[in-house]
């Protein structure tokens, strides 16, 4: 299979959740220009109105927006149900709807943390039981959980304060490598990206306190921009990553490896 070959995603209908802005429209976009069509899904579906014309425009493919709250499992019904309408079928799932709550850990307020977790942790859940049954009965199918490095990492006392979202996206990433074992023999993979700082609504504010000290700790002495998931995002869905499978690829600027 040539290299190309190995990376078109023409023909696959992917969607996205949190995908009405920052990393999950940039990863929406990303597999609309490898070929797919592409729904994108969040609680404010006229953010993934405008993604999806943007991505009409820009490429084609078909999109579609539907809303959907993924802490909630009619919701959660509901929204995969018009998707299996539109599309036939999911062959990826993008895991990417996330939240986070600052505070300091013996300030952190019970319904905070359960929020937080179950956006990030039960919202990826819930989407991948809905969808992950129809890939493994066609054989073929990946899953793509977008994690963080607060995942694999503590952080500076100095920089954030966030115990629940470091939390919710390491259990994320234990879910990604058990449900990669446990899918293996499917041909259906399942994957994770642990993105450093991007600039977001969601770090906005973090940023605009400490990312002077943050960008001390990236090598690169950046953040990540609006085209830096884009080939991971279409690595991992595509058949180029077909013998990869549980594993958490880390893109960082570096700061990891310091």
């Known amino acids: 299979m ?18 009405g802005r920052g990393l999950g429209e940039q990863i929406a976009h990303a597999l609309a220009e490898a070929g797919a069509d592409v729904i994108v899904c969040s609680r404010k579906v006229e953010n993934c109105e405008e993604v999806a014309r943007e991505i009409r425009e820009a490429t084609g493919q078909e999109a579609h927006a539907l809303a959907l709250d993924v802490t909630n499992p009619e919701s959660v019904k509901e929204a995969t149900a018009q998707a299996l309408e539109l599309f036939g079928q999911i062959d990826i799932l993008v895991n990417n709807a996330g939240v986070s709550w600052g505070a300091k850990f013996f300030d952190m307020p019970l319904d905070k943390w359960n929020q937080v977790m179950n956006v990030n942790a039960t919202g990826a859940f819930l989407m991948t039981q809905a969808l992950a049954q129809g ?58 990206i642990a993105p450093g700082f991007f600039p977001s609504k969601m770090t906005e504010a973090l940023l605009s306190f400490g990312g002077k000290k943050i960008l001390e700790g990236v090598p690169m002495k950046r ?13 991992l869905a595509s058949d180029a990553s077909a013998y990869m499978t549980g594993q958490v690829l880390v893109l960082d600027g570096g700061s990891s490896a310091m």
């Open 2 to 19: 040539h290299v190309h070959e190995l990376f078109n995603l023409k023909g696959k209908k992917a969607l996205v959740t949190g995908g």
């Open 135 to 192: 890939m493994i009965a066609r054989k073929s199918g990946r899953i793509v959980n977008v994690a963080s490095i607060a995942g694999l990492l503590g952080t500076d006392p100095t920089v954030m304060h966030a115990v629940g979202y470091h939390a919710s996206k390491g259990a994320l990433i234990a879910m990604t490598r058990d449900l990669a074992v446990k899918f293996a023999r499917s041909g259906v993979t399942v994957n994770a």
């Open 223 to 235: 953040f990540g921009n609006d085209h830096d998931l884009k080939g991971l995002a279409v690595y």
